[in-house]
């Protein structure tokens, strides 16, 4: 069965109500739909020899946070000791060593490389220079194109800051979310405003010309007057690149636990429209002051010398190795995801296996959906490059869902080109949910 035969989804209402759930799609199929059953399919492709012109990346999950924000939905702790985190960065080492030998690593150095989280800021210069520098003696870092690093304010310093420097981060993604004192008290965030100023001064002092900040849009206790606040102090920074994302609120969080307790099924954020009002907002002043934006999510000053190379290229059919408690990978059309227990990842690692808690290997049909829906993310496609390597006419494909969504206002097609409006923008991630083959169509996706 295709997704044309699946019917467009409903109109949403000009308000609504934020639920219980997953809107923002980062991946496909969804997560959900991975199985401990399908294991010995990565045993499989580690085993084979790269696709030609295949890039490979890596992805090292750091775990540890100070605080877990209320609407985290991420795998972090909070309680572990040094002990426990050299116990952890070892295992991660360990984990490389039983890869960087593998059949599908095939003479390839790693082209990117992001440290998510957790936080990886959390750790100590001395910390990060011992696992960065046991990572690039198994795997060279030469031909590295990006090093993205993920940092929260409060735990970055003029020190730490350097130390990522020299180790060759590249890009540096501060995790502001919000300046409102308040805001970030409530949603139980680590940082306040003075540690968001300190931190990026210094990280301009030391060099960094790649800087990201990360906002969200419909925090507990957003007002129009504090997100135009957020906006405006977000502009005077001038970051290289801004992302902001919409609340949304997964079942695995402190907010949802809260909504179970009091019996609600609206969680106490802003609705969509009201989110994505705020987003537009955010864009348009930014697009003021010369930013482009060039995704669903992001605005960047310099277009043509301001890259994303481990989202675009993953987008694109790159290998990705996973490293670390809960960290996803693919390898040759198999997706797979780590244990998620700390003590369950590291025991196995030190064991000698290789810690993959569920996996999921895609076909040519699911393969196709995923760059499709992924590179919508974008705002704009080209359709030559899937009949160049699919060998399908994506309008064609697509087509009952494309000029519904053509006839509603949300994109345009034309001359092989499919361009998102800023109004389909704004909501891609519901669009998104319509090319979902019907097997996949569920909102627990994580």
Partial sequence: MTTESLPVLPAQSDKDDTKAGNYFVSNYPPFSFWSPDHVNDVLSAIAREPKPNTDLGMYTHIPFCR????FCYFKVYT???????????????TELDTYKDQPFIGGR?????????GTPSYLSHKQL?????????????D???????????GTLNELKLQALKDLGVTRLSFGVEHFDENIL?????????KEIYKAYEAARKVGFDQINVDLIAGMVNETDDTWHDAVRRTIELDPECVTIYQMEIPYNTTIYARMKEDGSITAPVADWHTK????????GELEKVDYTVTSAYTAVKDPDNTRFVYRDALWRGADMLSLGVSSFGIVDGTHYQNEANFEQYCTRVEAGEMAIFRAMTMTDEEKLVREFILQLKLGRLETQYFADKFGVNVIDRFGTILKAYEREGMLSLDNGTIQLSRHGLLQVDRLLHGFFLPQHRTDRIV
């Fill in 143 to 153: 031909e590295m194109e990006e090093v993205a690093f993920e940092g929260e304010p």
């Fill in 185 to 193: 008290e409530v949603n139980n965030r680590a940082h306040g405003q």
């Fill in 79 to 93: 309680d572990k000791n040094a002990a426990e985190i050299q116990r952890y960065m070892d295992a991660v080492l």
């Fill in 276 to 283: 994505r009002d705020w987003v537009d907002y955010a864009f």
């Fill in 67 to 70: 605080k877990r924000c209320h």
């Fill in 109 to 117: 150095k790693p082209k990117y490389i992001y440290f998510g989280g």
């Fill in 129 to 141: 220079k011992y696992l960065t520098d046991g990572m690039k003696e198994r795997l060279p870092w």
